[in-house]
DNA sequence: TCTCCGATTAGAC
DNA sequence: CTAACGGTCTAATCGGAGA
């Protein structure tokens, strides 16, 4: 007979308000929300300005005057500072299982199967990652992945959980019950409109949807629903992932703190998302065979000439050199580039992407080496000293089109001199 | 008719 | 001072084009 599998998924609460208020304990009961890029819409919130009615992905223009009335301290993101704690985490994470899957910047799965005193080994963890990062995170426990997500929701919805839940103690009616008091939408996989279509078949609740006519559910919804109503049965059908799959596209695309006008500055803006796009394209050791080029005007703005042109270039050969990539970028933005229009967004896209290794065997591209090392050396210095450091192309108009960001704190673990004093 | 492809949709975070 | 809404990524599905 085979065990129960134990999954957990450990959560951190409120990842990107916990991350600023490290460095910042005089804050521990201030309400916080964090902005997108471009300070655009609130994508965290500490419990009090939840409490405080701010919606998650409202945008930040529509709350602003609301967050100055009601004393919200609201902060730009802080990309480099969230990546860094992430990694502490996962790695605290790490050392529980052999088998973790990041899932995400603030969450990640953890096999426990096999686990001794999972209850205890739980709390232990929960605190442990509290001691050594000072993030605070919730376990759900399950035996699937969708019901250690559950799991996950319920432990941090319900205080007297201390953080944790494990949906394996339940019996069968308990596991009824509590199904049939949970909407819908909080099942992974289930979003705004799935969970519209379920209302109209009369299933509303995470139990309905359990117990619901398996025929029907595929017929009306395929393959992937069938698959999360297995899951909340306690079937496994998602896997944990033990390494993460290469990516099939690399995108870098910013919205701009201000519209452009004029095509040297998109052009500058394209440059450093196409270098940017084909470092990570590197870092994965692939090539891109199909470069797409975009442009957009602010779709918010009605009243405003609407013009989204895009370009799609298969390149002769398959590619990671930022020069070649950007040569490429440069050359569509000219000829997508129409006057008269307020720019708010572009972006460069790499597709038909593909491992080095299955290409590198062409001797007729001279001087694929020398090409290459320049690239090492680029990455190696970014990767140092910062993105920018070295640039494809310095025309730099960056004033003229970066994102806005007027709020953002201090680099603090990359930064000594962003660390306040003791 | 089958297959491939691009566009569209839905979801996660 | 005013203005004016994120960024990536994946999988499924659908309809048309071409074999």
Same mark, same amino acid.
């Given at each position: ?48 300005? @939840?409490? !405080? ?131 819908? %939408? ?6 705004? @409109? ?13 139990? %309905? ?30 896997? !944990?992932? %033990?390494?993460?799959? %290469? ?11 201000? *519209? ?55 390149? *002769? ?56 090392? !320049? ?28 994102? @806005?960001?007027?709020? @953002? ?10 660390? *306040?004093?003791?």
């Amino acid at each position: 007979m085979t065990m129960t599998r134990q999954i957990a998924l450990v959560d951190c609460n409120n990842f990107y308000v916990s991350c600023e208020r490290l460095f910042r304990p005089d804050l521990k009961t201030t309400p916080i929300v964090v902005l997108s890029n471009n300070d655009g819409c609130v994508v965290s919130r500490s419990n009090e300005a @939840k409490a !405080l009615g701010i919606r998650m992905g409202q945008p930040w223009f529509e709350c602003k005057q609301q967050a100055e009335e009601q004393g919200i301290l609201a902060l730009s993101s802080n990309y480099a500072l969230y990546a860094d704690l992430s990694n502490r985490v996962m790695s605290v994470l790490a050392e529980y299982a052999p088998l973790t899957e990041v899932y995400s910047i603030d969450e990640c799965f953890v096999d426990m199967t096999g686990t001794h005193k999972l209850r205890d080994v739980s709390y232990e963890m929960r605190q442990r990652v509290m001691q050594w990062t000072g993030i605070p995170v919730c376990v759900g426990l399950g035996p699937t992945k969708t019901l250690a997500k559950l799991a996950n929701h319920i432990a941090k919805k319900h205080p007297r959980s201390r953080g944790v839940f494990n949906y394996n103690d339940l019996t069968d009616a308990q596991q009824a019950k509590l199904l049939g008091q949970i909407a819908v %939408d909080e099942v992974w996989g289930v979003g705004r @409109k799935l969970s519209k279509r379920l209302a109209a078949l009369g299933i509303n609740t995470v139990q %309905d949807l359990r117990t619901a006519h398996t025929p029907t559910l595929r017929a009306e919804f395929g393959v992937v629903m069938e698959k999360t109503q297995r899951e909340l049965q306690g079937v496994c059908c998602i896997e !944990l992932e %033990d390494c993460t799959p %290469d990516k099939q596209q690399m995108v870098n695309s910013r919205s701009f703190g201000k *519209p452009v006008t004029e095509l040297a500055v998109l052009q500058d803006a394209l440059s450093v998302f196409a270098a940017n796009a084909c470092q990570k394209l590197r870092a994965q050791n692939s090539h891109a065979a199909l470069v797409h080029v975009f442009m957009l005007t602010n779709r918010f703005r009605q009243d405003q000439p609407q013009y989204n042109p895009c370009m799609f270039v298969p390149l *002769p050969m398959p590619t990671n050199d930022s020069l070649v990539i950007n040569r490429w970028v440069q050359h569509v933005a000219e000829l997508l580039w129409r006057d008269g229009y307020k720019y708010k967004k572009a972006g460069v896209v790499l597709h038909d992407i593909t491992p080095v290794s299955v290409l590198q065997a062409d001797w007729l591209e001279p001087d694929v080496t020398s090409s290459t090392r !320049l690239m090492n050396a680029i990455d190696g210095l970014n990767t140092r000293f910062g993105r920018g450091t070295i640039k494809v192309s310095t025309s730099g108009r960056s004033d003229e089109w970066a994102m @806005k960001q007027e709020r @953002k704190s201090p680099n603090y673990t990359t930064d000594w001199h962003a660390v *306040p004093a003791a």
